[in-house]
C-alpha cells in the first residue's frame, strides 16, 4: 500500500501562533542586533528628548499659560507620530523583497511554515520593533503629567491609538515590500503611501470642498428681538436665557460636511480626535489685573484639541461654532480608524497571497533563491 506524505502545497495555510511567535522572534532578534538599528534607537531617544525640552521650554516662557502639560503633551505627540511615519516605513518597507534579494525567503517558504505565519509574523517583528521606539518615549510622555493638565486616561488612549496607527503603516509598507521587487522601490512607495494618509488627505479634502458650494435651506434659533425688548423694558431680562425664535433661509455656501470623511484616515486627524479629556482648542479663561492697572489674559492651548475642534466642526459646523467645544460635535475618529484597520486587513491579505508557493508565475528579474 502506498502512502502520501502531505506536501507544502496540500497543507493547512492558516498557519497558528507558533510558527508567527518564530517568524517575529528571529526577524525581531536580527533587527535589533544589528548595529545600526542600535545607533537609530540612540538617535531617537535623542532627538525626541531635545524636542520635548524645546517645548517644556516654550511652554515655560508664556507666564500666562495655565496648565503647561497640555500643550507640551499635545505637541510631544504630534512630533511623536510624524517621527514614526518616518521610521516604520524604513522598518517594514523591505522586509519581504530584502529577505528575497538575499535569498533568505526561499528557505523560509520550504519549512513548515505556512505564508500566513511567515507575513503576520513579519508584520509583528516590524510592529514590535516600532513599539520599541514608542516605548522609549514613554517617560518623555509621562513626564507632562507633572505639568499639569494631563491625565492618565488621556496619556494611555493616545499611547494606544498610536500603537495602532504605526501598525497600519506596518502592514501596508510590507505589502509594498511583497509586490514590488526592488527595496528601494517598495520604500518609496511606502513613504508615498504615507504621504497620501496625510498631505494627500488634507489635499483632496481642499480641492473637493468648492465642489460643495450650493443653495440650502437651514432652520436655526436666532435671538427674538422683540421679546428681548420686551423684557428689557419691564426690567426682567435674564442674559443667561434669552428668548430666541426659529428662523428659516435659504444660503449659498460651502458645505463641509459633505466631505470631511476625506479626512477621517489622516492619521494625525485620528489621533487628535482619539484623545480623551479635550480642553478647548484655545481657551482665554482669565483676566488678571496688575499693581499698575494693566491686565493680562491668561489662558490654555491644546494643540490636539484644535486639530479635533477642526474635523468635528467640518463635519457638524452647527454644533461647533456656537460652542468652540469640540466634545460637542460628532467624534471623527472611529470612522478614520476603521478604515485605516481595514487597509491594513486588505495588505496583510495581498502580503499572505504574494508568500503562496508554489509561485505561478514570478516577476521579471525575481529568483527563487
Known amino acids: ?8 502545497a496540500l497543507r493547512v495555510q492558516r498557519g497558528n501562533w507558533r510558527g508567527v511567535h518564530t517568524v517575529a522572534a528571529q526577524e525581531f532578534r ?7 538599528w542600535q545607533l537609530l534607537l540612540v538617535l531617537w531617544v535623542a532627538a525626541l528628548a531635545g524636542l520635548t525640552w524645546l517645548l517644556w521650554r516654550a511652554a515655560n516662557s508664556v507666564p500666562q499659560l495655565h496648565q503647561r502639560g497640555v500643550p507640551i503633551f499635545g505637541g510631544l505627540m504630534i512630533v511623536l507620530l510624524s517621527l514614526s511615519l ?6 517594514a518597507g523591505q522586509s519581504v523583497n530584502g529577505d528575497r534579494e538575499r535569498g533568505v525567503l526561499a528557505t523560509l517558504q520550504v519549512t513548515l511554515l505556512t505564508p500566513t505565519e511567515i507575513a503576520l509574523g513579519k508584520l509583528l517583528a516590524a510592529w514590535g520593533v516600532s513599539m520599541v521606539f514608542l516605548l522609549l518615549s514613554v517617560p518623555m510622555a509621562v513626564a507632562t503629567l507633572f505639568a499639569g493638565g494631563v491625565g492618565v486616561g488621556r496619556l494611555v488612549v493616545t499611547l494606544l491609538v498610536l500603537a495602532v496607527l504605526l501598525g497600519v ?3 501596508i509598507s510590507q505589502c509594498w515590500s511583497a509586490l514590488v521587487s526592488r527595496t528601494g522601490l517598495s520604500g518609496v512607495l511606502s513613504y508615498l503611501s504615507v ?3 496625510t498631505v494627500g488627505t488634507l489635499i483632496v479634502f481642499g480641492v473637493a470642498l468648492p465642489a460643495t458650494r450650493g443653495s440650502h435651506t437651514v432652520t436655526e434659533q436666532v435671538p427674538d428681538q422683540s421679546a428681548i425688548e420686551y423684557q428689557l423694558s419691564g426690567g426682567h431680562l435674564n442674559l443667561g436665557h434669552l428668548p430666541t425664535r426659529s428662523q428659516t433661509q435659504t444660503r449659498d455656501e460651502i458645505r463641509p460636511e459633505k466631505v470631511w ?3 477621517a484616515p489622516n492619521p494625525y486627524v485620528i489621533l487628535a480626535d482619539a484623545a480623551p479629556e479635550k480642553h478647548k482648542g484655545l481657551n482665554l479663561d482669565s483676566v488678571t489685573v496688575e499693581d499698575n492697572g494693566s491686565s493680562q489674559i491668561g489662558g490654555s492651548f491644546d494643540p490636539l484639541a484644535s486639530v479635533a475642534a477642526a474635523v468635528r466642526g467640518a463635519r457638524d ?6 460652542t468652540g467645544d469640540p466634545n460637542a460635535a460628532a467624534p471623527v475618529w472611529p470612522w478614520g480608524l476603521g478604515f485605516d484597520v481595514l487597509l491594513a486587513i486588505g495588505a496583510t491579505v495581498i502580503t499572505i497571497r504574494r508568500l503562496r508557493t508554489p509561485a505561478k508565475r514570478l516577476p521579471r528579474g525575481v529568483r527563487v533563491a
Open 30 to 36: 536580527l533587527r535589533l542586533r544589528t548595529g545600526r
Open 86 to 91: 518616518l521610521v516604520v516605513p524604513a522598518l
Open 195 to 197: 504621504f497620501a494618509l
Open 1 to 8: 500500500m502506498t502512502t502520501f506524505a502531505p506536501t507544502p
Open 317 to 322: 459646523p452647527g454644533s461647533t461654532n456656537a
Open 169 to 171: 503603516v506596518a502592514a
Open 261 to 263: 470623511w476625506l479626512l
